[in-house]
C-alpha cells in the first residue's frame, strides 16, 4: 500500500512537473482562493466604526495581495538570476526589449496569486462593503431618516442597526455588492485581455518557431531536472568522502554505498565555472547553432555575455 502511494504521488509530481507553467499558475490561483475562503470565515470582522471600516476593508484587500506578491517574487528563480547576473556582471549586457521582458516576466509570474485574492474580494463583495457602507450618501436611499449619519451607515455590515433601518441596509449592501462585483469581472476582464495579448506578442515577436519554442522549453526542463539530481548525487558523494577522510569511516546505507562505488568524486567545482552558469539567461546563437541555457554555453566554451561578430542575441525571455 505503502509503495502504490509512493508511485502515485510520484507520477502526480512528474506529471505537474512535465507540464507548462498555466498549471503552477492555476494550482496558485486555486490555493489563493482557498485560501481566502478561509480567510474570510475565520478572519473577516468588520469594526463597523467610522474611519476604521475604510482601513480595513482596503486592509483586507491590500495587505493579503501585497504578501502574495512578494511571496512570489521571492519563489521566482528569475529573481534570484538577475541578482546573481547583475552582482556578477551587471545588466549593461541586456537590450531595453530584455531587461522589459524580464522584469514582466518576475512581475506576471508574482501577480497571479495577489490578483485572484482581490477578484475574489471583489466577488464577494464583503470588504467592500465593509470599506464603503459609510460613504454613501443618505439623500440617494428613499425615505432615509435624517436623524441618521455616517456613525449609523458605518454599522450596516453588522447587525447591531435600528430595527426601522433594516429595509435600507439591505438596498445598501445590494449597491455596495453590485459595484463590488462588478468591479470584480471588469478586473477579469482586463487580466484575460493582457493575457491573450501578451501571449499573442511573445509568439509574434519571437524569433523561434514554434517546434523550437517546445523543444528549447522540453530541453531546460530536462537539463534543471539533471542538474538537481547529480548535484545532489555529488554533493552526497563529496560529503562522504570528506567524513570518511576525518573519521576514517562512514556510514552509508547500500543504496548510498552503490552510489559512491559508481560514481568517484574526486574535487569540486571552481568559483568561476559556478558563475558561468548562474544568471539570466537569454537565448542566443553562436555562429547559427542554438545555445540553449547557460550550461549549454559554457559547455561548447563560449566566451561573452553580450551579442557580438560570432553570436546573435535574440531577445527571447526563456519562461
Not at 1 to 20: G, P, V
Not at 103 to 115: H, L, T, Y
Not at 292 to 314: F, T
Request: glycine letters at 8%; a positive charge.
Amino acid at each position: 500500500m505503502a509503495a502504490l502511494i509512493t508511485e502515485n504521488f510520484r507520477f502526480l509530481s512528474l506529471f505537474f512537473k512535465s507540464k507548462d507553467v498555466m498549471i503552477f499558475n492555476g494550482l496558485v490561483a486555486l490555493g489563493t482562493v482557498g485560501s481566502q475562503e478561509l480567510f474570510s470565515v475565520v478572519a473577516f470582522h468588520c469594526p463597523c466604526s467610522p474611519a476604521r471600516n475604510y482601513i480595513y476593508g482596503l486592509a483586507a484587500i491590500g495587505v493579503p495581495a501585497l504578501a502574495l506578491f512578494l511571496i512570489g517574487v521571492i519563489w521566482n528563480n528569475h529573481t534570484w538570476n538577475l541578482v546573481a547576473e547583475c552582482h556578477k556582471r551587471g545588466a549593461k549586457n541586456f537590450s531595453a526589449a530584455a531587461t522589459f521582458l524580464l522584469f514582466g516576466s518576475i512581475i506576471g509570474r508574482a501577480a497571479v496569486a495577489p490578483v485572484t485574492w482581490s477578484v475574489i474580494s471583489l466577488l464577494r463583495g464583503e470588504a467592500y462593503v465593509c470599506a464603503l457602507s459609510e460613504f454613501v450618501d443618505p439623500a440617494s436611499l428613499d425615505k432615509f431618516p435624517s436623524r441618521y449619519g455616517p456613525e449609523t451607515l458605518a454599522r450596516f455590515p453588522c447587525k447591531d442597526i435600528p430595527g426601522n433601518l433594516t429595509s435600507f441596509k439591505e438596498e445598501v449592501i445590494r449597491r455596495l455588492r453590485y459595484e463590488s462585483q462588478l468591479f470584480g469581472w471588469l478586473l477579469i476582464g482586463v487580466i484575460a485581455v493582457l493575457v491573450f495579448l501578451t501571449k499573442c506578442l511573445k509568439h509574434c515577436c519571437s524569433p523561434l518557431s514554434y517546434r523550437q519554442e517546445g523543444y528549447w522549453s522540453q530541453y531546460r526542463s530536462s537539463e534543471a531536472k539533471l542538474f538537481e539530481r547529480t548535484a545532489e548525487v555529488h554533493s552526497k558523494i563529496l560529503a562522504a568522502n570528506n567524513v570518511k577522510q576525518f573519521f576514517g569511516f562512514v556510514a552509508l546505507n547500500k543504496e548510498e554505498k552503490e552510489l559512491v562505488e559508481e560514481f568517484p568524486v574526486e574535487g569540486v567545482q571552481p568559483s568561476p565555472q559556478w558563475n558561468a552558469i548562474t544568471g539570466v539567461y537569454i537565448y542566443r546563437e553562436n555562429q547559427g547553432f542554438p545555445l540553449y541555457s547557460r550550461l549549454h554555453k559554457w559547455a561548447k566554451g563560449v566566451e561573452g555575455n553580450g551579442p557580438g561578430p560570432d553570436g546573435q542575441e535574440m531577445v527571447f525571455l526563456a519562461t
